[in-house]
């Protein structure tokens, strides 16, 4: 691989990107906020969701977006995002939607049997490279957001809890 086709890690803080929930436990955003999945230096924050109690056998969707605050190319060779779970509080039935305006998103999923985000209840990181995608390359070249959204989750009470989340890339010239 040459110089020009090594992947950075595109999910990087230091270049602007931002990540945000639909849902944090508690409310507790420092504690358990999404921009704690992007912190690669401390082992010990996470983003962890509320769960689904009070709802009347009534699951609510989960989601955490990614922003990276310029376009980024996902299109190339290798590209992938890695997922570091808890154990026992795994997302279940994930879509993986890509926008480069915020307003339109375009689901990467091939379809409901064949997600691109497929997790195991492991609390290891899993990998999940951007060419098994439905989208054409050309749709992944300028990506601003990364949205996953989660129907489920292994937690009797619907939690999810993410420690890590890398997405690795080009950048756009």
């Known amino acids: 691989m040459s110089q020009t086709e090594?992947?950075?890690?595109?999910?990087?803080?230091?270049?602007?990107?931002?990540?945000?929930?639909?849902?944090?436990?508690?409310?507790?955003?420092?504690?358990?906020?999404?921009?704690?999945?992007?912190?690669?230096?401390?082992?010990?924050?996470?983003?962890?969701?509320?769960?689904?109690?009070?709802?009347?056998?009534k699951k609510k969707t989960k989601a955490l977006l990614i922003n990276f605050n310029r376009l980024v190319d996902l299109s190339c060779k290798g590209a992938y995002i890695s997922v570091m779970f808890q154990g026992g509080f795994v997302g279940l039935n994930c879509s993986t939607f890509v926008s480069s305006d915020g307003k339109e998103y375009k689901c990467m999923d091939v379809?409901?049997?064949?997600?691109?985000?497929?997790?195991?209840d492991t609390n290891i990181a899993q990998k999940f490279d951007f060419s098994s995608s439905s989208l054409s390359l050309n749709e992944m070249k300028a990506v601003k957001y990364?949205?996953?959204?989660?129907?489920?989750?292994?937690?009797?009470?619907?939690?999810?809890?993410?420690?890590?989340?890398e997405i690795w890339g080009k950048e756009n010239d």
């Open 6 to 57: 090594e992947l950075v890690l595109v999910s990087c803080p230091s270049r602007g990107t931002k990540a945000r929930a639909s849902s944090t436990l508690d409310k507790n955003t420092n504690l358990y906020g999404a921009h704690n999945v992007l912190d690669l230096d401390n082992d010990c924050t996470c983003w962890n969701s509320d769960g689904d109690t009070g709802m009347a056998n």
């Open 146 to 165: 990364i949205k996953l959204t989660f129907e489920g989750s292994t937690d009797f009470y619907g939690r999810i809890t993410i420690y890590k989340l």
């Open 111 to 120: 379809d409901d049997d064949d997600p691109l985000i497929d997790a195991e």
